[in-house]
């Protein structure tokens, strides 16, 4: 291969040597809104948009582009082009991106969609990061009002295998209602019928909880049969 002459313009000498600057420029920019994308960034702002639109014009087949165009158009309110981006970023069989992989397990829970299709978010999200301690957050609504609440909904989710660890997080200013934070067992396949069902729990009078559990088929059709 030919070298450039010393008279050659400067840019020609050193291309390859630029080439390689800017690939690294952009794909460095690339994994840190990649590493910050659980929101410590303002996903609204104009540098957000301006560096997603470059990585997808330099990366448009990679699933991790796809998963921030599904984000800004989550910011933007397009719920139909979020969900696109999603399905388009699960179907290359994404594996490493665990903020993807817990979004979307999220958004499912969010859009009270069927168990099914939640479990197979789930248990996608818990099979391929094993051990990043995940965290599935679940809306509790009013919440336990009482420690006989707490004791009944402690009660039932210490029976769920699944779930290695948990916490009932009260209302705050960010967030005004209660919230269980779980934690995956990693060897057992997680249900969120099972959830669900411990946590409305709430919804038997206190009397009969220690003789009448509660079955679900969905989000809003649950009903108390005896232990």
């Known amino acids: 291969m030919a070298l450039a002459s010393d008279t050659a313009p400067w840019y020609r000498r050193f291309r390859m040597l630029i080439g390689i600057y800017l ?3 952009v794909f460095g920019a690339r994994e840190y809104l990649l590493s910050r994308a659980d929101g410590t960034v303002d996903q609204g ?8 639109e470059v990585i997808a014009s330099v990366n448009p087949e990679d699933a991790d582009t796809d998963y921030l165009l599904a ?12 969900m696109l981006h ?15 992989l817990a979004e ?3 958004q499912l829970i969010r859009m009270q969609a069927p168990f099914d299709d939640i479990d ?8 391929n990061h094993q051990l990043s301690f995940e965290i599935l957050e679940l809306p509790l609504g009013a919440g336990p009002q009482d420690d006989a609440d707490q004791t009944a909904l402690r009660r039932e989710l210490d029976n769920i295998d699944w779930i290695y660890n ?10 005004p209602t209660w919230v269980v934070l779980t934690q995956f067992e990693p060897a057992i396949e997680a249900s969120v019928r099972d959830l669900v069902e411990a946590l409305s729990i709430l ?18 059709e649950c009903r108390a049969i005896t232990r």
Not at 45 to 52: A, C, K, L
Not at 120 to 127: F, S
Request: aromatic content about 8%; some cysteine; proline content about 3%.
């Open 86 to 100: 999603m399905e388009t970023a699960l179907a290359k069989d994404v594996k490493h991106n665990n903020a993807l």
């Open 166 to 175: 948990y916490q009932l997080r009260a209302p705050t200013e960010v967030i």
């Open 120 to 127: 197979r978010a789930l248990n996608r999200w818990r099979l």
């Open 23 to 25: 690939i690294a420029m």
């Open 45 to 52: 702002s104009d540098e957000w948009s301006e560096m997603v």
């Open 104 to 106: 979307y397990a999220h």
């Open 71 to 82: 984000m800004e158009a989550k910011q933007m309110g397009d719920v139909e082009q979020y």
């Open 203 to 220: 919804g038997v009078h206190p009397d009969d909880r220690a003789r009448l559990s509660v079955r679900c088929t969905s989000f809003d």
